[in-house]
């Protein structure tokens, strides 16, 4: 009897600080990220603190920081939103930039909740604690966000405008959920995002030398304390209705969100996709491993569409 309560409080115990370790893991700060930037991507360097900021009024009132990058060869007409991935920041979305500036796209990069200057949170309705980090909710309140982004570029810089999306890993995953709301967008890329994030996370705890099922404790404890179950965050589901055209990225050699999250994806888009592996790339990788492939492809996806 004594064992099995002992037993029984270790998991509680472990479950809750696999939820907060999993909702409020390692930011970068600005700072970091740009020094990153600098060291890995000198194209993407270039843009840093070229874009003019300004603030957004996200989801339940959250504040969020952003810039707008304008392309000297476009005509003011063409939209992209670049959504950064988990711990990193807006400059972390800056290894596309120079894809879409070429191309005549404005692009608008972003910092998503809990991350960059929005690192403690910034909510009029549900204020943050001081010091205490924002959590993450992986894509649930996040997507909601990234719709506040689309209805702010339409209102800042025209109804007319033609806006696409383009997301990597926990941005991927956002762009693709903000689907289930069919904002005004003309297309999307996602790049290594996850289908559900139950499959990463196991992952991530097979990498700690511990068993899996525990995720699904973890979950129970994410529900009880944060609001929300890990196993309910699903962006797959999203799209199985979604008509917007959407082209997959991924990594062949992603062992962190594996492969099999982007064939999944393509397998629940409804409306025009296409799918492209990159060999050789882990996780967030496939720009830098096949930089002219990679820019190639999303050019070849909106000639396809016209855009």
């Given amino acids: 009897m004594i064992i099995a309560v002992i037993i029984t409080v270790l998991i509680i115990a472990v479950a809750y600080a696999l939820a907060a370790y999993a909702v409020r893991g390692k930011r970068c700060s600005l700072e970091e990220t740009a020094e990153i930037e600098r060291k890995d991507d000198p194209q993407g360097a270039a843009f840093i603190g070229k874009g003019t900021p300004y603030t957004i009024n996200g989801y339940e009132g959250y504040v ?7 392309s000297e060869c476009g005509d003011g007409k063409h939209f992209v939103i670049l959504t950064h991935g988990f711990s990193s920041t807006r400059h972390g979305a800056l290894k596309y930039v120079p894809i879409f500036i070429k191309r005549g796209y404005d692009c608008i990069i972003y910092d998503l909740r809990g991350h960059g200057e929005n690192l403690f949170g910034d909510s009029t309705k549900m204020p943050a604690r001081i010091g205490r980090k924002h959590i993450c909710t992986f894509s649930k309140k996040e997507c909601r966000d990234l719709l506040c982004v689309i209805r702010d570029t339409r209102e800042r810089y025209g109804k007319d405008i033609l806006l696409g999306l383009h997301g990597e890993s926990l941005g991927a995953a956002s762009t693709i959920s903000a689907l289930r709301y069919k904002p005004d967008v003309a297309f999307a890329v996602e790049d290594c995002g996850f289908a559900d994030i139950i499959n990463v996370q196991k992952v991530g705890l097979k990498n700690m030398h511990l068993p899996p099922f525990l995720v699904y404790f973890a979950s129970v404890a994410a529900g009880i304390i944060y609001g929300y179950f890990f196993t309910s965050v699903k ?24 492969p099999d999250n982007a064939r999944r994806i393509y397998e629940a888009q409804k409306g025009y996709k296409r799918i492209e592996l990159f060999e050789g790339a882990g996780h967030a990788m496939s720009r830098f491993a096949s930089p002219d492939r990679y820019e190639q492809i999303v050019n070849e996806f909106l000639d396809e569409q016209g855009f």
């Fill in 235 to 258: 962006p797959e589901t999203a799209i199985t209705d979604n008509e917007v055209p959407l082209l997959i990225m991924h990594g062949e050699a992603d062992d962190f969100i594996v």
């Fill in 64 to 70: 969020l920081h952003a810039e707008h990058i304008k």
